[in-house]
């Protein structure tokens, strides 16, 4: 069953609500940002995806002699595990067609959507508390020349605006250890039309091993955010009206990303070892859950 689009604003930004400290920091984080992990990885093919990766790494990309064909080979790579990441996700976002809306919550740069866009031709509206992340990807969809269907708002995740009812699909990739789970849900659960999907791949820490490890510890600091527990997700789409239908386990699947991306000296940010010990020790884990809004 599908719905015919809802009439689309003709701006791309809005006031961002009220937001706390703590999301002003985060817009400021975003805002300076110049990771080359990000940038140069998006740079191969416009695709800018702001997450990580999975799947098993070609590891003959280190045996390469040249230095300079070397580094262009493992950010050639590991653009390749980031990209499966974003089609796995995408995969599980239902039975769209072009008519569809679709909510990419903390977009990013904006690969996600435009990801969506090409496997359904669907409309998608991104939003992302930082101003210059909204106006970089408004830039890769006019140069892709679909901003007439894939759309980057300044707004803030929890609060968008965005018309009840109007979305048959919804997803955050990597963004869930911003907000509160409460209240992310709940805004997805109001967007989302009734049977619509959503979808989050996230790191999230064993709780069956007692509060937040070391490691995670020292990733919430490295980003400025704070990882929830395995079981809150759970517990808040029950609360949201959001069902669980597939969760898979990615932890295995995204280590070889890490170890690739530990032996990368050009895209290194110090933060690898603590995700590498922490997914080997079980501490933390790599969940995708697709959920229907029942």
Known sequence: MTT??????????????????????????????????????????????????????DWS?????????????????????????AELLAGHLGALTPADRVFDAGCGRGGGSIVANLRYGCHSDGVTISAKQADFANAMARKRGVADKVRYHHRNMLDTGFETGAYAASWNNESTMYVELELLFAEHARLLRRGGRYVTITGCYNDTYGR???????????????????????????????????????????????????????????????????????????????????
């Open 4 to 57: 015919a689009p809802v009439a689309r604003k003709t701006t791309t930004s809005a006031p961002v609500p009220t937001q706390s400290r703590y999301q002003n920091s985060v817009a400021e984080y975003w805002n300076a940002e110049e990771n080359p992990v990000n940038l140069e990885l998006g740079k191969i093919d416009d695709l800018y995806h702001h997450h990580y990766g999975i799947g098993e790494a």
């Open 61 to 85: 990309v280190l045996d390469e002699p040249d230095p300079e064909l070397r580094k262009e080979r493992v950010t050639s790579e590991l653009h390749r595990l980031e990209h499966a990441q």
């Open 212 to 294: 937040a490890s070391r490691e995670v510890s020292l990733i919430n600091a490295h980003y400025i955010c704070d990882i929830h527990p395995r079981s809150e997700y759970f517990r808040a789409m029950a609360r949201n009206r959001l069902v669980p239908v597939h969760v898979e386990d990615l932890t295995q699947a995204t280590i070889p990303y890490w170890e690739l991306r530990k032996q990368a000296d050009h895209l290194v940010t110090g933060v690898e070892d603590a995700f590498l010990d922490a997914y080997k020790n079980g501490s933390f884990q790599y969940l995708l859950i697709a959920a229907d809004r029942v």
